[in-house]
């Protein structure tokens, strides 16, 4: 199964620097000079695709304000300019999927990723129940004319606690999938941490068709193996230093995913 027209696409993640009016701002050319940086590493190191996150913000919100909007929209919309042929992709932290929708319209991006979907989850330290309206998003996404933009939602994530009891990896994934997902996320519990490739299964039996993306903890060491399940991953932490990208890190995720690639070619030819 292929994204961005390759099998086993690898989606390198960029963390902006604090955002308007957040803890540590300086200024937005400043998150655009550093996440150009970070960009041409993973460009450079043969990524599919590039997903930048709001990770520096202090707090986080649940909902995007205005100035967010505004200054996610400006830094997203100039590094589109700059990488005119990656499929990049923003996610707004903590959980605002109709405002990575917005910009990702207004900056001509290719997907977003929202960490909540269709399962119920809590995060105490933000007030408990997190709202989704996977509906709600889908019909936002047909009025402003984004049906181009995928959209990633990953499934029991982490850091959450799950308020479904007995809801199985499958169930989730299936529900994902009717509700219009692009692509399923299947995450450990903690960034850093890979999902099994048990997991990863189960959340293929319900996606059927819909690709499966490893959401955390993907690296050299256990690539081979979760891509025996997986459809593409989305990767930060392995391919960084102090939260920077390492573009060496990046060549050697890259060219082990390639030798799966050549292989898998090999054993159906």
Not at 2 to 9: M, N, P, Q, R
Not at 64 to 89: H, N, Q
Not at 96 to 125: G, Q
Not at 159 to 186: D, F, H, M
């Amino acid at each position: 199964m292929e994204l961005f027209g390759v099998k086993k696409a690898i989606i390198g993640v960029v963390y902006l620097l604090p955002l308007l009016g957040k803890n540590g701002h300086s200024s937005l050319e400043k998150v655009i000079e550093e996440a150009a940086k970070d960009m041409a590493f993973l460009v450079g190191g043969g990524v599919d695709a590039v997903l930048l996150e709001n990770e520096y913000d202090d707090p986080y919100t649940l909902k995007a304000s205005p100035s967010d909007i505004a200054g996610l929209s400006v830094v997203m919309a100039e590094l589109r300019r700059e990488f005119k042929k990656i499929p990049m992709g923003v996610e707004f932290l903590l959980n605002d999927p109709i405002a990575s929708l917005s910009i990702a319209k207004a900056a001509n991006l290719d997907f977003i990723r929202t960490d909540y979907f269709v399962d119920r989850m809590a995060r105490e330290e933000y007030g408990g129940e997190i709202e989704i309206d996977p509906e709600g998003l889908i019909k936002f996404q047909k009025e402003i004319d984004a049906s181009k933009v995928q959209i990633f939602s990953d499934i029991q994530v982490k850091y959450a606690t799950l308020l479904e009891e007995g809801k199985t990896l499958a169930q989730s994934a299936s529900q994902a999938r009717e509700k219009g997902s692009s692509g399923i996320v299947v995450s450990a519990s903690k960034t850093g941490s890979a999902p099994t490739v048990e997991e990863v299964l189960a959340a293929k039996e319900g996606a059927q068709t819909t690709p499966v993306l490893i959401g955390s903890g993907l690296d050299c060491q256990n690539v081979t193996s979760l891509f025996t399940a997986a459809d593409a991953a989305i990767v930060g932490s392995s391919m960084m230093t102090d939260g920077r990208i390492v573009q060496q890190k990046v060549i050697d995720l890259v060219d082990t995913v390639k030798r799966i690639r050549d292989r898998n070619i090999r054993e159906f030819q």
